[in-house]
T-cell receptor
Framework: DAKTTQPPSMDCAEGRAANLPCNHS???????VYWYRQIHSQGPQYIIH???NNETNEMASLIITEDRKSSTLILPHATLRDTAVYYC?????????FGTGTRLTIIP | GAGVSQTPSNKVTEKGKYVELRCDPI?????LYWYRQSLGQGPEFLIY????????DSGLPNDRFFAVRPEGSVSTLKIQRTERGDSAVYLC?????????????FGEGSRLTVL
């Protein structure tokens, strides 16, 4: 699986958009970009995934650069409940390899 | 319940003892995964089942760790001769099919403490 690089931590003001970057320069053509988050003391929760095109669902938007070497997860209106560790994962459709993620703190 | 269920939620044991951790996946999910998470780290893959068979056990750290899924539903992770370094949260996840969207549904985990 390709490796990903994420900032270890970020802050965002409540109500603002949270933009979480991820670099995955060694991604191969058939690998997807997945985002999961983990709220304290809970199991990871799926957010969104994509291959080439930008994706949006009720939780977030995923923007993937044209060369697919990086992506950004956007939480459009962050709330306090969005405080969590966010994992960007690149891989095929079977096992997912988690890194250490970005600890996002939403500031009231 | 509708989600992945793991028992026990907490287990404290002594070094050298045998431990079993159970996972009840979401009904109908054919793929089941075990991960281990140490403090401050992301989940680390251990093993993945497609149906009853282990499709990939490359993450099991050594032969003290073993997992089964005899009827293609409930899975048990077994750890023999536990060591203090085995202390972690053991997470189970299931997905509807293997090779699908990659959306895994995780349980709350079993926290294992080896004294």
């Amino acid at each position: 699986d390709a490796k990903t690089t994420q900032p270890p931590s970020m802050d965002c003001a409540e109500g603002r958009a949270a933009n979480l970057p991820c670099n995955h320069s060694t991604i191969s053509g058939n690998e997807y970009v997945y985002w999961y988050r983990q709220i304290h003391s809970q199991g990871p929760q799926y957010i969104i995934h994509g291959l080439k095109n930008n994706e949006t669902n009720e939780m977030a938007s995923l923007i993937i650069t044209e060369d697919r070497k990086s992506s950004t997860l956007i939480l459009p209106h962050a709330t306090l409940r969005d405080t969590a560790v966010y994992y960007c994962i690149v891989g095929g459709n079977e096992k997912l390899t988690f890194g250490t993620g970005t600890r996002l703190t939403i500031i009231p | 319940g509708a989600g992945v269920s793991q028992t026990p939620s907490n287990k404290v044991t002594e070094k050298g003892k045998y431990v079993e951790l159970r996972c009840d996946p979401i009904s109908g999910h054919t793929a089941l995964y075990w991960y281990r998470q140490s403090l401050g780290q992301g989940p680390e893959f251990l093993i993945y089942f497609q149906g009853t068979g282990a499709a990939d056990d490359s993450g099991l750290p050594n032969d003290r760790f073993f997992a089964v899924r005899p009827e293609g539903s409930v899975s048990t992770l077994k750890i023999q001769r536990t060591e203090r370094g085995d202390s972690a949260v053991y997470l189970c996840a299931s997905s509807l099919i293997s090779g699908g969207t990659g959306e895994l549904f995780f349980g709350e985990g079993s926290r294992l403490t080896v004294l």
